[in-house]
């Protein structure tokens, strides 16, 4: 039996952990051996042919994210990570030229099914010159050190020192302020990963073997009759243009234009990730279109309105690819993207000219939204996991943690209420471990100030409620879905009603509309409505921490509680409500809102 059909006999069989890591560096040294023979000899032996037979990823799992995997989905993806980064990173330190690496990787991705031969070429071809450079300055680099920081998981743990340290956090007693309780609110909009597409074709092909469909030139591949709403589309497609330009102008109509006062909005949110999911083909050229076009428009509709705007995963070129400030290649750096950023937000006087340091430093910023209310928001897109600036400056990029603990720690001396805008969600796993830790931490300390955290990223209607080690709530964050329908979801956006004082949020509306409707009628603007109040939908009195509390508990033992939170999850949508889920099936969603420093979430899981 080969080493690749053992590991996947010994997982079949469940064995001792230790066993199956075993075999495991096993499969990785034989891999390592055959990889390296065919690229000496350019001619694949058998167990090279066996070995990528095992190894080969169903097509049915090229766009599921890799750090989702367990079990043998897991082994296999690690088997794949360490030992052509093995290779190739050694090849590379013998004077391979980036030619002959992209010319081998392309190869390889093809022959492992990772994606097809053009997905393959494009995506390694953009992002090769940041992995090159970043190995090329790290003499020390390992490719077990990179597989860490991508999967982190029991295959591929993250070992590295370089990997563990800390933010200097004041260590004082909090300071608290007065909460007054008002009857007078605030009305404030999210929008949330809008993910416009400029190639996207009504009518085109909207199942097709690229990771993001519904794109110009991809309809002579349409072999399943399947093709593009002029709205949207429930497969793997992004947003049209006239769907973003709708979804702004509803906003204005719904909650601005009318007369009656308690509609108006205060603030809009505006969470990121405007580019498309086309990441293989972005261009730097492209981005900068989109981006410029897609500010336009929300300046235009929210016109005198102050609009507070970070930056998705998606916005940089290659994506993901937050290059540290010290970076200054032209070809490497994002400070085409913090420049450009900075400019815009400030020109359309959404934000003062003070922010512009720390957006040039890194993207994120601070304002002194009114006397006693500061709002944060940050760019935590550098802890993503398929940001590989991580290899290269592991340790707090670009002093970013460092600078909300002081900020937050200079709010509390000046008595200022906090919101905290964030794209990845707190305690998100997309988001490296060390970096997701000093955050809870960062957060745990200021919990009496920061009112309430916002954020998107992964376009599902839910919550991240915070637990403090005493087993209370201290924090909430809140998710605003998507304006894009990728994947299997209706377009959304939400209101929250905000006290006017201490800034805690009291309520929200959230809004969408059903894409098979809207679609059935193309010459009609969707039908948008209100889809629920959150204290409605769950019977529940305010939105204190207890009250949360109390909730939370019922979610896990309420069957019908449950799946209305399961629903409104994936916001109504029938594609992703077809498959049965019973209570067992959906208690992971539970464990889901739990965000925590403790064992919370580890005991939440447990108890399933």
Same mark, same amino acid.
């Given at each position: 039996?080969?080493?690749? $059909? ?31 023979? +065919? ?81 393959? @070429? ?21 490719? /077990? ?14 070992? @590295? ?88 102008? %509803? ?9 009656? %006062? ?22 730097? $050229? ?9 500010? %336009? ?51 359309? $006087? +959404? !934000? ?7 957006? !040039? ?28 600036? !991580? ?69 599902? @209607?839910?919550?991240?409620? %915070?637990?403090?080690?005493? @087993? ?68 529940? /009195? ?33 594609? /992703? ?32």
């Amino acid at each position: 039996m080969r080493f690749c $059909e053992l590991l996947f006999f010994a997982l079949l069989l469940t064995i001792a952990k230790s066993d199956v890591i075993n075999y495991t560096n096993d499969v990785i040294s034989r891999f390592t051996h055959e990889i390296n023979n +065919w690229v000496q000899t350019q001619e694949e032996s058998e167990e090279f042919r066996q070995l990528i037979h095992s190894l080969t990823l169903p097509t049915s799992l090229q766009r599921d994210d890799w750090r989702s995997f367990v079990g043998e989905k897991s082994a296999t993806v690690c088997i794949i990570c360490q030992s052509v980064l093995k290779v190739f990173i050694n090849y590379r330190r013998q004077g391979m030229s980036a030619e002959k690496i992209r010319s081998l990787v392309i190869k390889l991705c093809t022959l492992m099914n990772l994606e097809n031969e053009r997905v393959c @070429d494009s995506a390694i071809t953009i992002n090769l010159p940041v992995i090159l450079y970043i190995i090329d300055s790290k003499p020390n680099l390992a490719g /077990s050190t990179i597989c860490g920081v991508i999967l982190e998981s029991q295959f591929c743990p993250l070992n @590295d020192t370089e990997f563990n340290w800390t933010v200097n956090i004041d260590n004082g007693p909090p300071k608290l302020i007065d909460i007054e309780e008002n009857d007078e609110t605030i009305n404030i909009v999210q929008i949330t990963d809008i993910h416009y597409d400029p190639n996207y074709e009504p009518y085109g092909n909207s199942y097709c073997d690229d990771p993001t469909c519904c794109r110009k030139g991809q309809n002579n591949t349409n072999t399943s009759g399947k093709v593009a709403g002029y709205w949207g589309d429930y497969n793997y497609c992004d947003s049209p243009w006239h769907t973003v330009v709708d979804v702004l102008d %509803h906003i204005r109509t719904q909650h601005q234009e009318r007369k009656n %006062h308690c509609h108006n909005i205060s603030y809009v949110y505006m969470t990121g990730d405007i580019i498309d999911h086309g990441v293989w083909e972005t261009t730097l $050229e492209g981005n900068i279109k989109s981006l410029n076009k897609t500010y %336009h428009q929300i300046h235009e509709t929210f016109i005198n309105i102050p609009v507070y705007p970070i930056l998705g995963n998606h916005e940089p070129h290659p994506a993901n690819q937050y290059a540290p400030k010290a970076i200054t290649n032209e070809e490497l750096s994002t400070q085409w993207l913090y420049k450009m950023v900075s400019d815009l937000w400030i020109d359309f $006087e +959404w !934000l003062p000219e003070s922010t512009r340091t720390t957006i !040039l430093q890194g993207g994120y910023y601070t304002v002194l939204s009114k006397k006693g209310f500061r709002i944060i928001a940050l760019n935590n897109n550098v802890c993503y996991s398929y940001n590989w600036w !991580l290899w290269y400056q592991p340790q707090d990029p670009d002093g970013q943690l460092q600078w909300l603990a002081d900020t937050l720690l200079q709010a509390e001396k000046n008595k200022e209420f906090v919101h905290i805008l964030g794209h990845i969600p707190p305690d998100d796993r997309d988001c490296q471990a060390t970096w997701r830790r000093e955050y809870l931490k960062i957060i745990n300390r200021y919990a009496h100030i920061i009112r309430a955290e916002f954020n998107g990223h992964t376009h599902n @209607d839910e919550l991240r409620l %915070h637990y403090s080690v005493d @087993d209370k709530i201290n924090n909430v964050a809140w998710n605003g879905g998507s304006a894009t329908t990728y994947q299997n979801l209706n377009s959304n956006y939400k209101l929250y009603i905000v006290d006017s004082k201490n800034y805690a949020v009291k309520d929200f509306e959230n809004w969408t509309y059903n894409l098979t409707l809207a679609n059935a009628n193309p010459n009609q603007r969707p039908l948008w409505y209100k889809s629920y109040s959150f204290k409605e939908e769950y019977g529940i /009195s305010d939105l204190t921490y207890d009250s949360l509390h109390t909730w939370l508990h019922e979610l896990a033992n309420n069957e019908n509680l449950l799946k209305r939170y399961y629903r409104n999850f994936f916001k109504h949508t029938d594609p /992703s409500l077809r498959k049965e889920c019973d209570m067992q099936c959906m208690k992971p969603y539970v464990c889901r809102i739990i965000a925590s420093l403790g064992n919370h979430k580890t005991k939440c899981i447990s108890n399933q």
